[in-house]
């Protein structure tokens, strides 16, 4: 019988009756409480404490309310290479809006489990005392990949992947989970991830893996998605999508830890924040244009001194007018310019020279960096990983005008397109500054960066480097490739704006701030705005609402309505390529610090990676093979 069971049975009534309702923010002790028990069962404590912590846990699990059966330990498959126990096609919701995506699959070490052959193929299975790294049945982490490029839809698996390979060999449970995409509109994709996670605690007593443990990870689109599942936890907001697809009632949705390579988050922000970074590199802006442009660059000053948002120290950023540009002055202007120079000296510091620039790149902007330092950077999708995407078919328009940047719009510096890693149309955004070749010194490598003007002084006593400004920095690599509205698109044509449609895949405009300031300028586009502002969804939620549920900072900043009414996850890392021109730094940056300024956030491991764009960026290694390793030390915290 497996341990949680044996605590199962001796829970008692009143143990439960105090135990109803967790799930909630007013219950979040309890959830700290979940996660310290494995921690402790993992370390083989005995103590009165874990026993009565693991109780808890196990009593969430009996408050279950669904007409799910659990997983059947009769029906799972062998890979005999892999060493690995699988199903796939396990439902974990009653009422699936589309049951081809709302379906799950688990794989689990073979170690975990004693399977009897039922000579058809499948296997009957117990679970085992036996380990792997130390992890057992009992302990072993879940991890949850959600590949959802642009939000699109992540297809469910129907067979064996061999993608899990490089988890189950570490000893962690692996599960997918099909989701619905940006067509069905927000919040879909993250419901969907919502009732896979609450389908998994439920049962947490018959499968193998720690459902108090459990670590999401994905990039672009889904390290967005990655970081709301982080952020979201039980979260009320999501009650009545759950509830709609018939998802499991009375347990958490909460995961211990997010891993989010470049996320497209907080999109309240998102175009004001590109404005304010990137504006000025677009070009043969109408005076229109230029106006909105400015005005959404003004806004985010706006935003950034009514956020509240701290440094790590707890001091309070703002921004403040300057006589260059829009607001590039001020506490939060200074510690985005401290970003960029420590990614710079980051990149100094972890790279051998010689350095050929040209063998490292990965579909860089104009040559500028991309890949591990040294070159052996294997790329943007390690092989095998994030299997079961659905990038094109969730595009019905297949790139046509409007999608991810448009075609050839007024107001971008070019008008030939880019084919990025997320299969997302762009325009291409020339840089002023092209690196290839081998460099031989880092003052080789500075003088490089210094081509057209000098930006980078470089100390070689302490091989460390400054730049000028922010501006200086994004002319040479960061110029912006979306069109004016960078992700609530006039035209309405943005992949965000079908995100936040109504489930028919057509767009619709979400950004309020947006909206006013058309509507101050008297802007043809301003009457569009209201309108779909206006809208409400079948739950009868606005845009403006579902945006709340779709952005990170809502839940996290202190000064927001949402903050305290979800449970966060404990741990985090956050990666960036720092001149991808999908978004502005700003994104990354505002997200790890509200959690390194939220209190039950134990661990942010944040870090931008100079030369790299929007791919799973690092600074060394694999992003696999990191991500592991981070898993694991998060395991022994």
């Known amino acids: 019988m497996k341990f949680k069971q044996y605590l199962a049975l001796i829970t008692t009534l009143c143990i439960c009756a105090a135990f109803v309702g967790c799930g909630n923010s007013e219950n979040s002790g309890n959830k700290e409480s979940n996660i310290s028990v494995t921690e402790s069962v993992s370390e083989n404590s005995t103590s009165e404490t874990a026993v009565n ?14 007409n799910l059966s659990k997983i059947d330990m009769t029906k799972w498959q062998y890979h005999a290479d892999d060493g690995v126990y699988y199903q796939v096609g396990i439902s974990y919701c009653e009422t699936p809006a589309d049951a081809s995506y709302e379906t799950l699959a688990v794989f689990v070490p073979a170690a975990y489990m004693a399977g009897t052959d ?31 490029p642009g939000y699109s839809a992540m297809e469910a698996l129907t067979d064996y992947s061999s993608s899990v390979k490089s988890y189950t060999d570490e000893g962690f449970v692996y599960v997918h989970a099909g989701c619905r ?12 991830l919502k009732a896979a996670v609450r389908y998994i605690r439920y049962c947490d007593d018959v499968i193998a893996g720690s459902a108090e443990h459990i670590f999401t990870f994905g990039m672009s689109g889904g390290g967005a998605q990655s970081a709301l599942m ?39 922000s998102a175009d004001e924040s590109y404005e304010w970074m990137m504006g000025i590199t677009r070009s043969d802006l109408s005076d229109d244009e230029q106006a909105i442009s400015d005005a959404l660059a003004s806004s985010f000053a706006d935003y950034i001194n009514d956020a509240g948002i701290k440094d790590e120290n707890g001091n309070v950023l703002t921004l403040e007018e300057s006589e260059d540009g829009i607001y590039q002055s001020g506490s939060y202007y200074d510690y985005i310019k401290k970003v960029i120079e420590q990614s710079l000296n980051h990149f100094l510091s972890d790279t051998t020279f010689p350095y050929d620039a040209s063998s490292s790149s990965k579909g860089g902007m104009g040559g500028f960096g991309g890949g591990k330092p040294n070159g052996d950077f294997e790329g943007a999708k390690p092989e095998g990983d994030f299997e079961g995407a659905k ?3 969730d595009f019905d328009k297949d790139m046509t005008e409007g999608d991810f940047g448009g075609r050839g719009q007024k107001g971008t510096n070019g008008d030939t397109k880019i084919e990025d890693v997320d299969n997302i149309t762009r325009n291409d955004a020339s840089s002023g500054i092209s690196l290839s070749g081998t460099y031989e010194t880092v003052q080789d490598y500075i003088d490089a960066l210094n081509a057209n003007g000098e930006w980078v002084t470089y100390d070689e006593s302490s091989n460390t480097a400054t730049i000028t400004s922010v501006a200086d920095f994004v002319k040479a690599f960061k110029s912006a490739s979306k069109n004016l509205g960078a992700f609530d698109q006039l035209d309405g044509g943005q992949g965000e704006n079908t995100l936040f449609g109504y489930g028919d895949g057509n767009g619709a405009h979400f950004d309020s701030t947006l909206a006013s ?36 900072l809502y839940y996290l900043l202190e000064g927001s309505e949402g903050y305290g009414t979800s449970t966060v996850a404990k741990y985090w890392r956050i990666r960036t390529g720092i001149a991808q021109s999908d978004t502005a730094l700003t994104t990354e940056v505002n997200l790890a610090l509200a959690l390194e300024n939220y209190d039950s956030v134990e661990s942010v491991d944040f870090a931008t990676v100079w030369g790299q764009q929007h791919v799973e960026a690092e600074r060394t290694g694999s992003s696999t093979e990191n991500f592991i390793e981070w898993v694991n030390d998060c395991m022994k915290s």
């Open 230 to 268: 982080g952020a979201t936890g039980d979260s009320e907001l999501y009650t009545p999508y759950l509830e709609t697809i018939g998802a499991v009632q009375g347990v958490s949705d909460a995961v211990c830890g997010s891993m989010d390579w470049c996320p497209i988050t907080n999109l309240d």
């Open 391 to 393: 990038p094109e078919g």
């Open 118 to 148: 039922n000579g058809d193929g499948t296997y009957t299975c117990e679970l085992t005392s036996e380990s792997i790294n130390n992890y057992t049945a009992e302990t072993a982490p879940i991890v949850i990949p959600i590949n959802t």
């Open 517 to 552: 300031i058309l509507e101050n300028l008297e802007s043809d586009y301003a009457d569009n705005y209201l309108a779909d502002l206006k809208k409400t969804d079948s739950a009868g939620y606005t845009a403006e609402q579902r945006l709340k549920m779709y952005t990170p």
């Open 53 to 66: 912590q693991e109780d808890n846990a196990q009593t969430e699990v009996n408050e279950a309310v669904t």
């Open 181 to 192: 995409g940006r067509d069905a509109g927000a919040p879909a994709g993250v419901t969907d």
